[in-house]
């Protein structure tokens, strides 16, 4: 319901988001999610705490960004604080959701993700829909910070029962920050290359094509990172039987890959053809004919997507091996390849150049994370068991709503 201009800011505003959520969180999960398993109460509550430590100096330095951004007219200051508000909101419901699923309470962990970034949608939708002058970009960031700040505050009520009390007179232990952020640091130029490939088009469209134009490209990329958010949750469910696969022999390693590849080539490809088949009908039925305008890039997206989807099979098979620094190669080499192509075919083919960048650099992703992935499996030894690794190999901290 919103303007393209206006889409396209929120399409600018999202990608910002994204990264901002990376330079304060630092991927620093990788490293609390494995000292929490064996520690006590009192100890997961000291590591929270340092890592709240941490978050609070990471937002400081952003702020002070965003400040110098207002200043150089690069960031528009009536959205500043929603940003910053979004961010805080955003960043704490995700770190407090990944505690809950590590202190084994799954259920009350997903239900502060639908408040997050679920329920809220909806009651703005009703409103927007009953209400045409709440059809504004503003009204969607207050209910967005809304659902953050209602999910932070079921998180905090699931996590009274830890005895907070101790902390009292506790200081930060440097020592274990800096050695989680040794730990994260793979992860975090991981999730910052798929970052890249995520979001990096929507910067180069706005300078090189327009906003109107952006908000169209930002329509359609949105839905589909809903579909690569429905892939991930297909392919979160089978890491730990590929972890496990691996832990135990190389046909159990290889059975297990050939159940997630087929799965996830259904779901990958059904998704895609309903999708295609779907759009234009379901854009004319709600009279979006600016957006409709535009269709024949969401079908030039949706070849790149498929192959994104796909690549989560040689990236977990990777993952299980403990192949970080394949992944880092693939995907910060998938990211240059995608700026490179979005600087060069966007000013030339608009959108379009950043749908087709999409497509090659999510070819080139698949393409080489495969290649290292067979020869993995061609030269499978029995490793120490992998079962304590923690974290997913682009659990990127990507936006939902």
């Known amino acids: 319901m919103l303007s393209p201009a206006e889409m396209g800011e929120y399409g600018l505003l999202t990608a910002a988001l994204a990264f901002a959520l990376l330079a304060i969180g630092l991927e620093f999960y990788s490293y609390t999610l494995r000292e929490m398993v064996p520690a006590s109460p009192a100890r997961r509550t000291r590591i ?36 910053l508000l979004i961010l805080i909101t955003e960043h704490i419901s995700l770190e407090a959701t990944r505690i809950l699923i590590i202190t084994e309470r799954p259920v009350r962990a997903y239900i502060g993700v639908f408040l997050r ?12 829909f009953t209400t045409p002058s709440t059809r504004t970009l503003e009204m969607v960031l207050v209910w ?55 979001y990096v088009d929507r910067f180069v469209i706005d300078m090189f094509v327009g906003r109107e134009a952006l908000g169209i490209y930002t329509f359609y990329s949105t839905i589909l990172i809903g579909l690569l958010s429905l892939g991930a949750s297909v392919s979160h469910q089978f890491l730990p039987k590929v972890i496990s696969g691996y832990t135990a022999s190389a046909e159990a390693y290889r059975a297990a890959l050939r159940s997630f590849f087929w799965s996830l080539l259904a779901l990958a490809l059904g998704t895609i053809i309903i999708s295609g088949l779907l759009m234009g009908p379901m854009l004319n039925v709600l009279g979006l004919s600016v957006y409709a305008s535009g269709i024949w890039v969401f079908y030039a ?28 190669f693939c995907n910060l080499g998938a990211a240059l ?52 690794l923690t974290g997913l190999p682009t659990d990127s901290d990507m936006l939902y709503p």
């Open 48 to 83: 929270i705490a340092d890592q709240i430590t941490l978050g609070v100096m990471a937002l400081l330095v952003v702020g002070v960004l965003v400040l110098a951004a207002i200043l150089a007219g690069l960031f528009p200051s009536r959205l500043a604080p929603w940003f």
């Open 117 to 128: 970034g679920g329920i809220w949608v909806y009651a703005m939708a009703v409103l927007m």
């Open 144 to 198: 967005w910070a809304l659902g953050g700040t209602l999910a932070i505050a079921f998180s905090a009520a699931s996590l009274s029962g830890l005895p907070w009390r101790e902390l009292r007179g506790y200081r930060p232990d440097w020592n274990a920050i800096f050695a989680g952020l040794r730990t994260a640091r793979p992860f975090m130029l991981t999730a910052a290359g798929a970052l890249v490939i995520s």
């Open 301 to 328: 997206m949706l070849p790149g997507v498929f192959l994104r989807m796909m690549a989560d099979v040689p990236s977990y098979a990777l993952y299980a091996a403990r192949s970080d620094s394949y992944l880092l």
């Open 337 to 388: 390849i995608s700026t490179l192509l979005n600087v060069l075919l966007v000013p030339i083919f608009g959108i379009y150049g950043a749908a087709l960048t999409g497509g090659i650099a999510s070819a080139a992703l698949l393409a080489s994370l495969a290649i290292l992935a067979q020869q993995k499996i061609r030269n499978y030894r029995t490793e120490a068991p992998a079962l304590a």
